[in-house]
């Protein structure tokens, strides 16, 4: 008899923190409203006149190796940021080199998403490397907390990296094995990252304004370092083995890798010079967020005289986006919109999202072109403005980016940095992407090579999408 009562009251407790869930995580953000968003008086920031130079990194090895390059030409810090540890032999590099970094004295803070990070089981180890090590410290951005479901949106999606004041890299890669594949890996992810040179040690710089913003990150109560030095002695043991793992790949990887680090004169080499910038980021809250990067590209995008393109994996248009972009001046500029077509997604959520919108897109004053893949996809997240602005980050073309998310942008007023993007685009993804303004009859090659699986499951998710889609 007892044990019938606990098993029902433990079936209504789970019912009721169900209901609690559902009210405060999913209801919520659908009654609220988001701050007020009042695009007629939004001004573009001003672009700041700096002597930084820029280098496109857009090869996925070549994003590999300047990551490896920052870390071993660090001589003072490293402030990392990053949104998920994705899995493959990159991350225990990845991990090895800071560990190096750490041992020669640089002083080495790695932030990273408290629920999305992927540093699980066996990967958590790694916490006590950082937590035993003087020159290393780990910091979780919102961990997970059953006790206020709201906050789970609040999620760190920055993706940067600061070297020494003196180098910047941010874009839209995290770390794992498909975002710096060779060409025949399969399920592989294009992305784009931009280096930011601050070679004469600027004070008021693009670099510094990034810096800043790890800074507050870092500091900010959402952020909790994991500081528990007291391990027990099996817990110290671990801490041992798995240092001694990430010097033994730092070692080997060393040894046997053809292309050698401290290479940084090499990507200078590459760099174009900048007019101008600035550095745009999302506020720091827990419940909707003040949308400032999503004001900032669609006052970049409004201002375009000639050319507009935006490039997004996800495009899931949520009302209030709609309402946004209603009031563009599209038609007197050649705008394009390039996305990950359905045999190219990873993101099937995603993507049911978009497919919702997809035939009002289609017949809007943008050019829609879809990514075909199929065993590749793209992650990027950039704008180009009239062949000399280019925008480049985090943010996708979502709600989620919009308004819960950290994101940021770097904004780049370089005609070199603008014409390479776009002969890149023009040659690696627009000639391998569908113009689906053409017409449905147009996809039927499209739907020949695209997975039954896939198609299944994007119809069957649609209905859902659209119901929280201000969620997505």
Not at 395 to 408: G, M, P, Y
Request: charged content about 25%; some cysteine.
């Amino acid at each position: 008899m007892k044990k019938l009562h606990l098993k029902s009251l433990t079936k209504y407790v789970l019912l009721g923190y169900f209901i609690y869930v559902l009210l405060t995580a999913v209801f919520a953000f659908g009654i609220y409203t988001p701050p007020e968003r009042d695009l007629d008086s939004t001004q573009q920031r001003w672009i700041s006149e700096t002597s930084e130079q820029v280098v496109l990194i857009e090869d996925r090895q070549d994003a590999w190796r300047v990551r490896l390059d920052l870390i071993e030409s660090a001589e003072h810090s490293l402030d990392i940021s990053y949104y998920a540890m994705q899995g493959g032999e990159t991350v225990d590099l990845f991990y090895a080199h800071l560990l190096a970094a750490a041992d020669r004295g640089v002083q080495v803070r790695f932030l990273i998403d408290g629920i999305f990070h992927n540093i699980r089981f066996g990967d958590r180890d790694i916490i006590r490397v950082f937590n035993e090590h003087p020159n290393m410290s780990l910091s979780f951005y919102e961990p997970f907390d059953p006790t206020r479901p709201w906050s789970w949106h609040n999620r760190l999606h920055d993706k940067f990296i600061v070297a020494d004041q003196t180098y910047a890299l941010i874009g839209g890669r995290n770390i794992g094995d498909k975002y710096f594949a060779p060409d025949h890996y399969q399920g592989s992810s294009n992305d784009r990252d931009v280096l930011i040179v601050n070679e004469n040690q600027q004070q008021s710089s693009l670099t510094s304004e990034i810096s800043d913003y790890f800074d507050y990150l870092w500091s900010h109560e959402f952020t909790v370092l994991q500081t528990d030095k007291d391990l027990t002695r099996w817990g110290e043991r671990r801490a041992v083995a798995e240092k001694t793992n990430l010097e033994t790949s730092y070692e080997s990887y060393q040894t046997s890798s053809h292309e050698r680090c401290e290479r940084m004169s090499e990507w200078r080499d590459q760099a174009h010079q900048i007019n101008g910038g600035f550095f745009v980021h999302n506020s720091i809250d827990r419940f909707y967020k003040q949308p400032n990067v999503w004001l900032e590209m669609l006052a970049l995008i409004d201002q375009a005289e000639q050319q507009a393109l935006v490039q997004s994996p996800y495009v899931i248009p949520s009302r209030l986006i709609r309402e946004d972009l209603s009031k563009l001046r599209m038609d007197r500029v050649d705008g394009k919109l390039l996305t990950n077509g359905l045999a190219a997604t990873p993101n099937m959520i995603a993507h049911s999202g978009y497919r919702n919108h997809r035939q009002a897109l289609a017949a809007s004053d943008l050019s829609l072109y879809e990514f075909q893949g199929p065993d590749q996809s793209l992650h990027m997240k950039s704008i180009i403005i009239d062949q000399q602005i280019t925008a480049v980050g985090s943010f996708n073309l979502d709600a989620r980016s919009a308004f819960l998310n950290t994101e940021s942008m770097i904004v780049i007023d370089s005609p070199g940095l603008a014409d390479e993007v776009m002969t890149l685009i023009n040659e690696d993804y627009l000639s391998n992407s569908l113009l689906v303004n053409q017409g449905e009859a147009s996809l039927t090659n499209q739907l020949e090579s695209t997975p039954l699986i896939k198609r299944i499951m994007t119809l069957v998710a649609r209905p859902f999408t659209r119901l929280i889609e201000f969620l997505l």
